[in-house]
């Protein structure tokens, strides 16, 4: 689902809100399903109306063309479609989905499910994390994502499957707390001072996990394996260097200090 480029007066009062700065994007939930299956079932329920009132006139008819006819085929039918556009109706309305919405901002990000609200400004954001543990997605197994945001005043903000765009959404936000943070971090590294990320550090020497040291003439290539980040080694024989996306900090961060250095290594 592509950022909307056109920005309702929602984003702009909830940026004032907030202190957010200004509105730079937004993502939100489609209803067009629900608005077309509604239709639908309206012209059912709206077709079994008429069948019922005719072949209902038909009773009270003193014309006796097909009377007969159009009264046994009206009630019966107009009922049936009439109580099949009513259940549907009403199923449709109670299984409605919420009406998710996220704006991101120059300051910060807000995130709406129906009307309630979390948002938090950038310079707020105490760390970033990110899980992801399998499920099951229809017929097909995969790996569900959450995306969470510790704010300053210890409230969790979580960005999960349960938004349909929660991956775009997600994203964004790494890539606005990379971009304020990742300096930092590289004026830290180039000092020759390990940058921190919890127990897991990366300095000049290599990668630590705070029990193993992998220096980075030895790292062959880093990648995702479900829920870990594992450091492969030049020597295949030796094992591989995993650490769990959950004992990251700010692993958006991690992920990009790691890229830079091994980027300038090459």
């Known amino acids: 689902m592509a950022p909307l480029k056109r920005l309702p007066a929602e984003a702009y009062q909830l940026a004032?809100?907030?202190?957010?700065?200004?509105?730079?994007?937004?993502?939100?939930?489609?209803?067009?399903?629900?608005i077309l299956a509604l239709l639908l079932y309206l012209i059912i329920?709206?077709?079994?109306?008429?069948?019922?009132?005719?072949?209902l006139a038909m009773i009270f008819s003193s014309r006796a063309d097909n009377r007969l006819l159009l009264i046994g085929l009206g009630l019966p039918v107009g009922l049936i479609f009439l109580g099949i556009g009513i259940v549907a109706i009403n199923?449709?309305?109670?299984?409605?989905?919420p009406?998710?919405?996220?704006?991101?901002?120059?300051?910060?990000f807000v995130h709406l499910k129906d009307n309630n609200v979390e948002a938090v400004r950038w310079d707020q954001i105490?760390?970033?994390?990110?899980?992801?543990s399998e499920g099951t997605n229809g017929r097909d197994s995969s790996n569900m994502i959450t995306y969470t945001v510790l704010t300053a005043g210890r409230t969790t903000i979580n960005i999960d499957s349960e938004i349909p765009y929660y991956q775009k959404l997600g994203t964004a936000i790494e890539q606005e707390i990379t971009r304020r943070r990742l300096p930092q971090a590289i004026a830290t590294y180039k000092t020759g001072m390990p940058v921190f990320f919890g127990s897991?550090?990366?300095?000049?020497?290599?990668?630590?996990?705070?029990?193993?040291?992998?220096?980075?003439?030895?790292?062959?290539?880093?990648?995702?394996?479900?829920?870990?980040?594992?450091?492969?080694?030049?020597?295949p024989s030796l094992p591989s260097l995993d650490i769990p996306l959950s004992e990251i900090p700010d692993v958006c961060v991690f992920e990009a200090l790691v890229a830079e250095i091994l980027s300038g290594q090459r």
């Open 16 to 34: 004032e809100a907030y202190q957010l700065g200004t509105p730079t994007t937004i993502y939100r939930s489609s209803s067009m399903k629900m």
């Open 45 to 55: 329920a709206s077709l079994g109306a008429v069948f019922f009132l005719v072949g």
């Open 91 to 97: 199923s449709a309305l109670k299984n409605r989905k």
């Open 99 to 108: 009406n998710f919405r996220g704006y991101i901002c120059t300051d910060g």
């Open 126 to 132: 105490q760390r970033a994390g990110r899980s992801v």
């Open 200 to 235: 897991v550090s990366i300095g000049p020497q290599g990668v630590s996990n705070g029990k193993e040291m992998l220096p980075w003439t030895e790292i062959r290539n880093v990648s995702l394996v479900g829920d870990k980040i594992r450091f492969n080694r030049k020597n």
